[in-house]
């Protein structure tokens, strides 16, 4: 009870623990060590929502977020160890899945050792990082709800007739005795107030005159943006909100984006690299891009899409030339240029069958390097596809072997039925590749066979193949756009609570004594030089810094 | 109390946010804070769990959730690594191209019919070869744990595979007991079975 008593005001006002200056009158309500120093206005004395005198557990947590300097250490913090994050590349930074257990130690030595076992080569991603977000986050909400509603109450019934100390001790002060009819001249100041845009409120012989309120809420719109902006980047965690990933796609594959619906086509992909002429002295006789583009088709997938059995059904969505810097943009999803390799791959080829003895030519027949039909009919003859191997190769045990799964050196072994070779067939092994037909000597594997039949492709029209692959940077970030919204909430804030100043002026007349004390919460020469404005307009010449009453910032 | 709180009618600018607000200052004044923190729990608590236990994309090691396929096998039928749950499953990529792979295949084959009975899973995934090389294989070698077809890398890339063989014996839970990267010995693979089956 005895807390209770102390913050009763002599108005009769009962005001909260730790409020500084009484909510009605506005007497200063704390012992005071130095009474002729301006008052502290801050929040207009009004006490913080969660001051309380036996806090519990719950009070005790709200109580630590809700103080500023809790919150400057943990932006402090926040600060000093995000540059912990910037001493050595983070790991996701690199593209190609790499160990990072051996990586920093290897790049960097002991140094990096540490930097990876204390976690620092992911610290964005750390618990400890992202805690330290939230917490600055709780701070925002807690710090100004707390701040914001007892100002929002306290601005928002305002007492007109303040106690002569509260006016007294503003840094904006004047005193005067004036001559007739104090309600009459309190009347006129008023009005002239009103000139410069003051909202005029009287109650007698005393006077309230206020503008721009509303920039006091600036700080705590800026918050509200912040908050959201924090929200935001936390959001990115949710599955499906941010993707950064790159894929490889060769001249006229289609491949699917991973964890998506949607597959990429490449249809052609060009280089144009400077001629020697175009580049500087030290740069001449080197491979230099000039351009790099895909023609890229987007496609989203309808049906079978995850059914290993089924071909998908895509449908297209956008088409568009990917070059640097011009990503294609589909809902969301960009893709981008990133790089290229121009490593010719070979698809298919439609080799003919030339009969030896009789040189006719049958054909061509259609035999793409991977999942080729397994039995081809061509004249009287019908070739089975025995088996094909990618990187061809004699093993250990002396069996044909493949070395790899793409198509270096592919061969396949048919068994040929037909005119003039055995009836259970014979066996033919093809490379559809020259120096491979000359490496592995195919007429010597082919025995008797090669003098009756040759399997040949005619002429390069008749070869398809990748001259090049492309990689594109597949970005996603369904963030970005609150991201903005936090940004744009918190600069709006940040105008309002910068470029306009939230200036009051009090007054009363007792007995024909003039006391006017003035309250802004920054720029004090604009403060001033509106009250001697006003006092000029009704015939009293003042000197506006004459009305300086001392203290910071004033 | 009456004299207590004397507001100035001409000042109030908006009567309804004044109630909301006396409101939310007094009586649901505890209810506010414990809303907000207990928001403040879940989002954070969401952000950080997801720091912890998210991280999808993250290499895969011991007691790590593998992730799940859907794949066909040479029948055509699908398997999905989630139909074995609660079992004891070895998962092993292979290619023909690739030699200690195909040496262990024969390996993996004496190991299933040594421990099937018991109810050991084996799943052969080919690393996207084409069907006539993996027919081939495996009727030359007379294979009777499925094998699965990967198309196009998919299920390896979400391994995050850098090196073949690459083996995983998944626990019955579904996490992941050991990732044996290279070629092993039949005496290697018998022994990780016994331990995986007595899990």
């Known amino acids: ?554 | 109390m009456p004299s207590t709180f004397r507001y100035n009618g001409s000042i109030r600018s908006c009567v309804d946010i004044e109630l909301v607000v006396i409101s939310i200052m007094g009586k649901s004044r505890k209810t506010v804070q414990i809303g907000i923190l207990i928001a403040v729990l879940i989002i954070g608590g969401y952000a950080i769990g997801s720091t912890l236990f998210g991280a999808g994309n993250t290499l895969l090691k011991e007691g790590s959730k593998p992730p799940d396929f859907k794949l066909a096998d040479l029948e055509g039928n699908q398997q999905q690594l989630s139909d074995y749950a609660g079992k004891a499953v070895v998962v092993n990529f292979w290619g023909t191209f690739c030699p200690p792979c195909v040496k262990e295949m024969p390996e993996f084959e004496r190991q299933y019919l040594k421990w099937k009975d018991q109810g050991l899973i084996v799943l052969a995934i080919n690393l996207s070869e084409d069907t006539l090389t993996v027919n081939n294989f495996v009727r030359r070698f007379d294979l009777h744990y499925p094998i699965l077809r990967d198309m196009n890398r998919k299920t390896e890339r979400s391994y995050g595979l850098k090196s073949y063989p690459t083996t995983f014996f998944i626990k019955p839970d579904g996490s992941i007991m050991e990732i044996m990267v290279g070629g092993m010995t039949e005496v290697e693979i018998d022994e990780r079975i016994e331990r995986l089956l007595k899990l």
């Open chain 1, 1 to 554: 009870m005895s807390v209770l008593e102390n913050t009763k005001c002599e108005c009769g006002h009962q005001n909260a623990v730790g409020t500084v200056l009484c909510e009605s009158c506005g007497k200063p309500l704390e012992n005071n060590d130095s009474p002729d120093l301006p008052l502290e206005m801050r929040y207009d004395g009004v006490a913080r929502r969660s001051q309380k005198s036996n806090p519990n557990i719950i009070d005790r947590i709200w109580n630590f977020f809700s103080s500023v300097k809790i919150a400057i250490y943990l932006i402090v913090l926040t600060f000093l160890t995000a540059m912990l994050g910037t001493i050595f590349p983070q790991e996701n930074t690199f593209i190609n899945s790499f160990d990072p257990s051996f990586y920093y130690e290897d790049a960097y030595g002991l140094p990096g050792k540490i930097y990876y076992l204390l976690g620092l080569s992911h610290t964005y991603e750390s618990w400890w990082f992202i805690g330290l977000l939230v917490m600055i986050g709780t701070s925002l909400v807690i710090c100004s709800l707390d701040r914001i509603l007892p100002l929002y109450r306290a601005l928002n019934k305002q007492q007109i007739r303040k106690h002569l100390q509260f006016i007294h001790r503003q840094k904006t002060v004047y005193k005067q005795t004036i001559e007739g009819d104090s309600e009459q001249w309190v009347e006129k100041f008023g009005a002239q107030l009103k000139r410069k845009g003051y909202r005029i409120h009287t109650e007698g012989t005393a006077l309230l005159a206020e503008k721009n309120r509303f920039s006091r809420w600036g700080p705590y719109i800026n918050h509200i943006g912040l908050i959201l902006f924090l929200l935001a980047i936390l959001a990115r965690s949710i599955p499906d909100w941010q993707m950064d990933s790159y894929i490889t796609i060769s001249d006229g594959d289609t491949v699917q984006i991973p964890e998506t619906n949607y597959f990429v086509k490449n249809e052609k992909f060009t280089v144009e690299f400077y001629k020697d002429e175009e580049l500087p002295e030290k740069l001449k006789g080197k491979a230099r891009a000039k351009l790099f583009e895909t023609k890229a088709v987007l496609y989203e997938c309808t049906s079978n899409c995850n059914d290993p059995k089924e071909k998908p059904v895509l449908a297209e969505v956008k088409r568009h030339n990917i070059v640097v810097n011009d990503p294609l943009k589909y809902k969301g999803l960009k893709l981008y240029q990133f790089d290229f390799d121009l490593t010719p791959r070979l698809n298919a080829v439609h080799p003919v069958l030339v009969n030896k003895v009789t040189g006719e030519t049958y054909g061509p027949m259609d035999l793409p390097m991977k999942d080729s039909a397994l039995q081809h009919k061509l004249g009287p003859y019908t070739l089975d596809l025995y088996a094909n191997y990618m990187e061809f190769a004699i093993g250990d045990d002396g069996e044909p072997t493949t070395l790899s799964r793409d198509p270096v050196a592919p061969a396949f072994i048919f068994t040929v039925r037909g005119p003039g070779l055995a009836p259970e067939g014979e066996p033919y092994i093809y490379f559809p590749m020259q120096k491979d037909k000359v490496r592995f000597s195919q007429d010597t594997l082919n025995q008797a066979i090669s003098d009756k039949i040759e399997i040949k492709v005619d002429g390069m029209e008749n070869v398809d193949f990748s001259e090049a692959s492309t990689y594109l940077n597949v970005r996603m970030d369904k963030a970005l756009p609150y991201v903005w919204i936090g940004a744009t909430f918190s600069m709006i804030g940040l105008l309002m609570g910068s470029y306009w100043q939230h200036r009051r002026i009090w007054l009363r007349v007792d007995d024909g004594q003039l006391s006017l004390g003035a309250h802004t919460n920054k720029n004090w020469y604009g403060m001033r030089s509106d009250v001697a404005w006003a006092l000029q307009k009704i015939g009293i010449t003042v000197d506006s810094k004459s009305l300086d009453n001392g203290g910071n910032n004033a």
